[in-house]
């Protein structure tokens, strides 16, 4: 983002009023929202931390003790690494699933819609509106073993005679990758609409074949969206439970489904420390992800 | 694909240059399906009428799902909380969230990155994690047993507030400085400035954001869920029935909502048209 001016000192100007309190005036604009991203997200980090390091012999009416119990990640990621693996391992699925989607999709409405253009993104915004819970339910419907989709795929022994898709961890990858999707292809259209037409036509005058054209020069024009869609489908789908709770089997559990169920059975410890770990192994991820992929710049 | 289209115009006319040239938009209108059809299945779904509790499937066309959305217990209930929370959501997360962007965008400040910093993180902590950390929060400071409608409101101004910002930053970053420059050069006070001439221009920003809080807080399920108590949400009854067996009747609440999308999106189109044919 270039840098934009400071409007409250144009210079030559008597000056206004407040404007010479430019620095102090930012504060103030900021403090509200600050104060409400300190009380409602910093401290709760901090109290998730400092509750994942609790006596987890303590319960809501005994309160609980803090006695750094360490223990409490040992002890979680042992029981829970079948989830935690799983749920990077479909999180990871689903991004695949979904560059290989959005890239082609992003690149139909940048380079090819024409005035369809917008017709189209608002294609792609448009199922938002209907609710995620609902949506994700009607893909029971779709993958279900009496529907059209199961039996076709029977006919052309595809699946098996009583092969399903329901309750797969197919369901639950495709239901991550339906969800998430617009968060891929969005991102990637706004950096594909930014190239400009003429290096491409430089490409192809230099004799590059289109795929060299496009490996040389839209790909890499395309990284910041594909980074930024790959960090904004990759990481609510880690945590993501819903997809696996509505799709999938008592097999395809993911961390979220895990955590959500450590709360509400009142084992707070636990399932902060949890919390913490999914958090911590996707800052690492998304660390080393950035800085392979070269956009240090992206935030 | 330019490159595409100059290659395939050197090789002369054949049936590989209209694949070439279409091929793209094939796939990416296949993709647009696949994006498409669940919508068109709960269309659908609105009007069948299920032969049991937990029949998932087309049995029989009928209309008395559209008669009596309400039929079902807590449904309409649960609808009027989320409104509740998605308008009350909208207004503090835009007039938190639009300062704060006229702060980043238009005021240079120490720690202005530790700001950003701040800003960025509720969006890349997932829903879990957020949620799972208001309410260690909550039941820390004792109020475990206050947890309802007023816990699940801060909940829901702290994640859209993020998007507020972004939202409304970009809006504001796309401006030229010069105009507001030019009302103070006419003696136009910062008040008068904001008003006159940032506030109106910046106005389809935060009207973007206010709708993107009330799609995000509305949907919301997880970090809801977490800290709702026993208030139920449409998202929460909507889980709540999948367990249950569900009606089509939330079928019906998803393609108004889609409608009623539709029709402000098609609305604000119009409107930017006749503004622009003017």
Redo the contacts between chains.
């Keep these: ?2 840098g ?5 000192e ?1 210079t030559g ?2 000056p ?4 010479r309190r ?2 102090l ?3 103030l ?2 403090l ?3 104060v ?3 009380l ?6 901090a ?2 931390v ?2 994942s390091l609790y006596d987890p012999s303590g319960s ?1 009416q005994l309160g609980y003790r803090m006695t750094g119990h360490v223990q409490n990640y040992a002890d979680s990621i042992q029981d829970y690494s079948p989830q935690l693996v799983r749920s990077f391992l479909y999180a990871g699925a689903a991004t695949l699933a979904c560059v290989v ?2 890239f ?6 940048a ?3 024409g005035r369809w253009k ?1 017709l ?1 993104l ?3 915004i ?10 994700t ?6 993958l ?1 073993d ?2 059209a989709l199961v039996s076709f795929l029977r006919t052309i022994r595809v699946l098996g005679e009583d092969g399903h898709l329901l309750a797969t961890p197919f369901a639950v990858v495709t239901g991550l990758t ?1 969800n998430f ?2 968060f891929m292809v969005l991102p990637l259209y706004a950096s594909l609409e930014k190239i400009d ?1 003429r290096f ?2 430089a ?3 230099l004799y ?3 795929f060299t ?2 490996r040389t ?1 839209t790909l890499p024009l395309a990284m910041p969206g594909l980074v930024a869609g790959t ?1 904004l489908t990759f ?2 789908s ?5 997809n696996s709770e ?1 799709l999938g089997n008592p097999q395809t559990r993911m ?2 489904n895990e ?2 169920d450590l ?1 509400a059975a009142g084992d ?1 410890p636990t ?2 420390a949890l ?2 770990t ?2 911590a192994a ?1 800052v690492v991820l ?1 660390f080393v992800y950035v800085r392979r992929s070269g956009t240090e710049d992206l ?1 | 694909m330019s490159a595409a289209t100059a290659t395939a115009r050197r090789a002369g006319r054949g049936p590989g240059r209209w694949l070439a040239d279409h091929l793209v938009l094939v796939l990416g209108l296949l993709v647009l399906v696949y994006m498409t059809v669940p919508v068109l299945v709960v269309m659908l779904m609105s009007f069948n009428d299920p032969a049991s509790r937990n029949s998932y499937s087309f049995d029989g066309f009928t209309l008395a799902n559209w008669t009596d959305v309400c039929g079902p217990f807590q449904l309409c209930e649960s609808l009027v909380t989320s409104l509740q929370i998605g308008l009350l959501a909208t207004l503090g997360a835009t007039l938190l969230g639009t300062l704060m962007a006229f702060a980043m965008v238009r005021h240079r400040f120490r720690g202005r990155s530790a700001a950003n910093l701040l800003i960025f993180l509720p969006m890349a902590t997932p829903e879990v994690v957020m949620g799972s950390s208001l309410l260690a929060l909550f039941v820390n400071v004792g109020v475990a047993g206050l947890l309802g409608f007023w816990t699940i409101l801060v909940a829901h101004v702290l994640f859209c507030l993020s998007f507020v910002v972004v939202t409304v930053k970009a809006r504001l970053a796309g401006l030229d400085p010069r105009l507001e420059q030019a009302a103070m050069d006419l003696y136009a006070n910062e008040w008068q400035t904001f008003w006159r001439i940032s506030f109106p221009l910046v106005f389809p920003g935060i009207l973007g954001a206010a709708l993107l809080s009330f799609s995000l807080s509305f949907d919301d399920f997880i970090i809801t869920n977490l800290n709702a108590g026993q208030e139920v949400t449409f998202p929460m009854f909507v889980w709540g029935a999948a367990q249950r067996g569900i009606p089509p009747q939330i079928n019906v609440v998803g393609t108004i909502m889609f409608l009623v999308a539709m029709a402000v999106v098609l609305a604000g189109e119009l409107a930017s048209r006749r503004r622009a044919g003017r």
């Design positions: 983002m270039a934009p001016l400071r409007t409250a144009p100007t008597p206004a009023p407040g404007g430019g620095g005036s930012g504060y604009l900021l509200p929202g600050g409400w991203l300190a409602f997200f910093v401290v709760p980090t109290t998730l400092a509750t809501l989607l959005g082609p999709l992003a690149y139909a409405i380079f090819k819609a917008n189209m608002v294609a792609v448009a199922p938002f509106f209907t609710s995620f819970l609902v949506r339910l009607s893909w029971q419907y779709i279900g009496n529907e339906y999707l617009p037409h491409l036509e490409a192809a005058d590059s074949s289109p054209a496009f020069v960090l990481i609510p880690a945590g993501d439970y819903i509505l961390v979220g955590i959500q709360f707070y399932a902060s919390s913490v999914l958090m996707i998304v935030v």
